[in-house]
């Protein structure tokens, strides 16, 4: 297993940022591009969540943190967290929002793209939790 932590300051631009680290992070034991685009995108939207919903103001803003866990041959899994508002269960939708609707699509793709979403919570952390299984195809010939 290979572990990464990278850290932010939840904006989006910063949001973007850690999500571009990871995928280079990533290239090194995934050869797949589709999947890396994949992972891409449910991170920079997992990330830009924190960035626009975990913390009331920007003065609150204290740090967005992405943990990787890699296990070779098998899967990845993510945990993206903050210390603001947190989700809550009850309150989230995983379908589709209607074709006109401005935003609501984040939830929708995280749970279609990854194989487990899970929702954590210990003490002041929120986190939420994601993992991809890999196919055997998909590796680096490195891992």
Same mark, same amino acid.
């Given at each position: 297993?290979?572990?990464?932590?990278?850290?932010?300051?939840?904006?989006?631009?910063?949001?973007?940022?850690?999500?571009?680290?990871?995928? *280079?992070?990533?290239?090194?034991?995934? #050869?797949?591009?589709?999947? !890396?685009?994949?992972?891409?995108?449910?991170?920079?939207?997992?990330?830009? *969540?924190?960035?626009?919903?975990?913390?009331?103001?920007?003065?609150?803003? #204290?740090?967005?943190?992405?943990?990787?866990?890699?296990?070779?041959?098998? #899967?990845?899994?993510?945990?993206? #967290?903050?210390?603001?508002k947190g989700l809550?269960?009850?309150?989230?939708?995983?379908?589709?929002?209607?074709?006109?609707?401005?935003?609501?699509?984040?939830? +929708?793709?995280?749970?279609?793209?990854?194989?487990?979403?899970?929702? !954590?919570?210990?003490?002041?952390? *929120?986190?939420?939790?994601?993992?991809? +299984?890999?196919?055997?195809?998909?590796?680096?010939?490195?891992?």
């Amino acid at each position: 297993m290979h572990q990464y932590e990278l850290e932010a300051i939840p904006t989006p631009e910063k949001s973007r940022e850690i999500a571009r680290k990871a995928i *280079n992070i990533l290239e090194e034991f995934v #050869s797949d591009k589709e999947l !890396l685009h994949d992972i891409d995108l449910v991170l920079t939207e997992a990330c830009s *969540n924190v960035a626009r919903h975990a913390y009331d103001t920007c003065d609150l803003c #204290s740090r967005l943190e992405l943990k990787i866990s890699v296990y070779p041959g098998e #899967s990845i899994v993510f945990e993206v #967290s903050d210390w603001g508002k947190g989700l809550k269960a009850d309150a989230m939708d995983f379908s589709m929002p209607d074709p006109e609707a401005v935003g609501g699509r984040g939830l +929708y793709i995280m749970s279609k793209l990854m194989d487990s979403f899970e929702i !954590l919570r210990d003490g002041d952390k *929120n986190t939420v939790r994601l993992t991809k +299984y890999v196919g055997g195809g998909k590796w680096t010939k490195r891992t």
